[in-house]
């Protein structure tokens, strides 16, 4: 069935200087003193010590990819990945803010950066060298982000003036090619479900004399099973029965469940486990 018109191509590319460099001669006093060879350690400074600037921005780009992934499926390798298009339109105004953001965060960076030096130097002692820090303008060259669109092209549009018989190969090579990627994409629904039920299987499972029972769940055990749920009917683009039936009955063991019940219940718990493992019974994962 064609998706063209079911998803698009996006691809997120978020860069962040990382703050560290190896001290050659830090590292050889260290081998030295302790009588180690060479590559048994090194010593790697962070150049912007005593400040977590740097850490949040990453700890941010982390956040964006998180999202990034969690909403889309992948397509090749490395580079694009798959985003249905009644996604789109959350997708793009959540990614416009995080975009945003990371520009207020990396400015922050930027307006402090040679008080960020100082501040590094009194922390690093004899470690510190000035001819570590980049320039500013370099400094901004190691921050980015960018996100690219591009559409899904269903069969191969090959422009190329080369023989007749070498364009049929080149265009079947493309749509082999198109269809493996496709049914690889289509493999991650199913491998979240799975992750999913396992790991609630596991967890649902009574310890006999297990007195921290109630500590073992949280409310992401009930809120995460019913967010896939609602992703789900989003990352089904083929539109599979099988997976839509999966979703389905996964959706419909969480109806009625709260975490409270979870904790206290153990007739709860037992009858909830007994669907989940139901679900993983009735499909060829």
């Given at each position: 069935?064609?998706?063209?018109?079911?998803?698009?191509?996006?691809?997120?590319?978020?860069?962040?200087?990382?703050?560290?460099?190896?001290?050659?001669?830090?590292?050889?006093?260290?081998?030295?003193?302790?009588?180690?060879?060479?590559?048994?350690?090194?010593?790697?400074?962070?150049?912007?010590?005593?400040?977590?600037?740097?850490?949040?921005?990453?700890?941010?780009?982390?956040?964006?990819?998180?999202?990034?992934?969690?909403?889309?499926?992948?397509?090749?390798?490395?580079?694009?990945?798959?985003?249905?298009?009644?996604?789109?339109?959350?997708?793009?105004?959540?990614?416009?803010?995080?975009?945003?953001?990371?520009?207020?965060?990396?400015?922050?960076?930027?307006?402090?950066?040679?008080?960020?030096?100082?501040?590094?130097?009194?922390?690093?002692?004899?470690?510190?060298?000035?001819?570590?820090?980049?320039?500013?303008?370099?400094?901004k060259s190691k921050f980015g982000f960018c996100l690219r669109f591009s559409?899904?092209?269903?069969?191969?549009?090959?422009?190329?003036?080369?023989?007749?018989?070498?364009?049929?190969?080149?265009?079947?090579?493309?749509?082999?090619?198109?269809?493996?990627?496709?049914?690889?994409?289509?493999?991650?629904?199913?491998?979240?479900?799975?992750?999913?039920?396992?790991?609630m299987s596991e967890k649902l499972t009574d310890v006999q004399g297990d007195?921290?029972?109630?500590?073992?769940?949280?409310?992401?055990?009930?809120?995460?099973?019913?967010?896939?749920?609602?992703?789900?009917?989003?990352?089904?683009?083929?539109?599979?029965?099988?997976?839509?039936?999966?979703?389905?009955?996964?959706?419909?063991?969480?109806?009625?469940?709260?975490?409270?019940?979870?904790?206290?219940?153990?007739?709860?718990?037992?009858?909830?486990?007994?669907?989940?493992?139901?679900?993983?019974?009735?499909?060829?994962?």
């Open positions: 069935m064609s998706i063209t018109s079911s998803a698009v191509l996006v691809e997120l590319n978020i860069s962040v200087w990382t703050a560290s460099k190896l001290d050659k001669g830090a590292t050889e006093i260290v081998l030295s003193s302790n009588q180690a060879s060479k590559g048994s350690a090194e010593v790697r400074k962070n150049l912007l010590a005593g400040t977590n600037k740097r850490k949040d921005i990453a700890d941010y780009a982390a956040m964006c990819r998180l999202y990034h992934s969690t909403t889309t499926m992948s397509w090749a390798n490395k580079g694009p990945r798959l985003l249905p298009t009644s996604l789109f339109m959350g997708y793009k105004q959540r990614m416009n803010t995080f975009q945003s953001n990371y520009g207020v965060l990396t400015q922050g960076l930027y307006d402090c950066y040679e008080d960020l030096i100082d501040l590094a130097k009194h922390h690093m002692g004899t470690l510190f060298d000035s001819n570590d820090y980049p320039s500013i303008d370099e400094l559409p899904l092209p269903e069969s191969g549009d090959f422009r190329l003036d080369i023989p007749n018989q070498e364009m049929q190969e080149l265009t079947k090579q493309y749509e082999e090619d198109f269809g493996t990627r496709l049914k690889d994409a289509m493999r991650e629904p199913w491998d979240r479900l799975h992750k999913t039920l396992v790991g007195e921290e029972t109630k500590r073992r769940y949280h409310d992401t055990f009930v809120t995460n099973a019913q967010g896939l749920c609602e992703m789900l009917t989003h990352l089904n683009i083929t539109k599979d029965p099988k997976l839509e039936e999966a979703r389905r009955a996964l959706e419909l063991t969480m109806v009625g469940v709260d975490i409270d019940s979870i904790k206290e219940s153990p007739d709860v718990r037992s009858s909830v486990k007994s669907k989940v493992d139901d679900i993983l019974k009735r499909f060829d994962w």
